[in-house]
Nanobody, 117 residues
Framework: QVQLVESGGGLVQPGGSLRLSCAAS????????MYWYRQAPGKQRELVAA???????NYVDSVKGRFTISRDNAKNTMYLQMNSLKPEDTAVYYC???????????WGQGTQVTVSS
């Protein structure tokens, strides 16, 4: 049974920081490309950051220089370090695991991030 479990969300003031985690089980984590998405109320889900199985990373322009995606294959866990948070970062954040060679695709349940004073 595959599980992706996000944690680390919460309420933070503008300019603050949070670190999200996505713990995976039931997959060979090191083989998967991993992604962070977010969905704000009334908006479409958007890709925030991605990290390949080899460790290459990509970010949406709005978070470049503020967010850092990383992974620890020994712990089967992906992270999203979020600094200099803005109110517009408020959303539910989801992690996704994707194995392109087999078309496997899994999602977590999401964690709420609220940036407000």
């Amino acid at each position: 049974q595959v599980q992706l479990v996000e944690s680390g969300g919460g309420l933070v003031q503008p300019g603050g920081s949070l670190r999200l985690s996505c713990a995976a089980s039931g997959i060979i984590f090191r083989l998967y490309a991993m992604y962070w998405y977010r969905q704000a109320p009334g908006k479409q889900r958007e890709l925030v950051a991605a990290i390949t199985s080899g460790g290459s990373t990509n970010y949406v322009d709005s978070v470049k220089g503020r967010f850092t995606i990383s992974r620890d294959n020994a712990k089967n866990t992906m992270y999203l370090q979020m600094n200099s948070l803005k109110p517009e970062d408020t959303a539910v954040y989801y992690c996704r695991a994707h194995l392109p060679s087999h078309g496997y695709n899994y999602w977590g349940q999401g964690t709420q991030v609220t940036v407000s004073s």
